[in-house]
Each structure stands twice: as structure tokens, then as C-alpha cells.
């Protein structure tokens, strides 16, 4: 069984930063590509960024200059950065990893439960 786990989202200001972080735990195998994703109300969820094992990261053109993202190999673990914050950030953020869990298997895709971010004031 494979788990991912957030925490770390909740209520800022506009302008404001919040650091949510994603682990992964179980038989994970090798862990390739974990990203962050968001969902709001009536949307689509879309993705906000990824980062590959060997560091090489991805950002949505909306969260450019904004979002960091970042990943601890040893505790298979992503971060998200967030400054800056605006109302239209507003959303559930979902982790993301690829995993392989059977040797020579293909990777398949996991997701944790989700975490509200609300930006308003």
C-alpha cells in the first residue's frame, strides 16, 4: 500500500505564504516525478508544478515567480512554496508522485487526500 499524506495548507491573506509538504510512505519502490496539483469549485483540477527525482521542476505559467517546489529524496517528501498569494489561488491542492512499486512494473500514479488553501481577507 502506498500513502501520501499532506499537510500545511489553510486561511491567508492575500500577499501572504504558506508552505504545504506531501509525504509518501508504504512500499514505494523508486519514487520518479511528484508535482502539486489544485482544484477549484466548478474547475478542473490542473496542475501547479512538478518536480523530477534529480530536481528538474515544472510551473504552471499562473505560479511562475510565485511557487516553489521542492523534494527531500531521503523522506520522499515534495513541498510547495507559495508567496504571494492571491485570491485566485484559492483552491484544494492535491499531491501527486509517480511510484514504482514492483520492480521492472511500470510507475503508476498516486495522489494524497487533498489540502484547502483559502486566500482571502
Known amino acids: 500500500q502506498v500513502q501520501l499524506v499532506e499537510s500545511g495548507g489553510g486561511l491567508v491573506q492575500p500577499g501572504g505564504s504558506l508552505r504545504p509538504s506531501c509525504a509518501a510512505s508504504g512500499r514505494l519502490g523508486r519514487v520518479d516525478a511528484m508535482g502539486w496539483y489544485c482544484q477549484a469549485p466548478g474547475k478542473q483540477r490542473e496542475l501547479v508544478a512538478t518536480i523530477t527525482s534529480g530536481g528538474v521542476t515544472d510551473y504552471a505559467d499562473s505560479v511562475k515567480g510565485r511557487f516553489t517546489i521542492s523534494r527531500d529524496n531521503a523522506k520522499n517528501t515534495v513541498y510547495l512554496q507559495m508567496d504571494s498569494l492571491k485570491p485566485e489561488d484559492t483552491a484544494v491542492y492535491y499531491c501527486?508522485?509517480?511510484?514504482?512499486?514492483?520492480?521492472?512494473?511500470?510507475?503508476?500514479?498516486?495522489w494524497g487526500q487533498g489540502t484547502q488553501v483559502t486566500v482571502s481577507s
Open positions: 501527486n508522485a509517480k511510484i514504482q512499486t514492483v520492480s521492472f512494473a511500470p510507475t503508476n500514479d498516486y
